[in-house]
């Protein structure tokens, strides 16, 4: 950054959100294999995250932490986003926060820029 402060992360990935990939990769049986996260057009907000098991990246992909691949184009919608785990009564689940959305659904999977 030009006044000498660290530019932001692109996307960032919990401690908990790591453990659940692997756990998850695990009880699979794709130890190895990582999480896909892709932005959407759709849901009722007009954006929905779309959550894949992948075996590994694609060429251009952002990978966080050696386990969660971010394409470009969702990468944009992203940006600056941080993905966690939610272990709520109404349900486990993947929850990202994102400074790029404008709003959000009522039940956190879509949102609109």
Known sequence: MPD??????PFS???AALAQV??????QG???AGLRLAVE???CAGFQYKFDLADGPEADDLVVEGRVF?????????????????DELI???FAVRNPVAA????CGVSFSV
């Open 13 to 15: 990935v919990t401690p």
């Open 91 to 93: 349900g486990a689940h």
């Open 22 to 27: 692997a756990e998850i990769a695990v009880s």
């Open 103 to 106: 709003s959000g659904c009522g």
């Open 4 to 9: 000498g402060s660290p530019a932001p992360a």
């Open 41 to 43: 057009a759709g849901g």
């Open 70 to 86: 971010i394409d470009p184009v969702s990468l944009d919608l992203l940006r600056g986003a941080e993905l966690d785990w939610a």
């Open 30 to 32: 794709r130890p190895g």
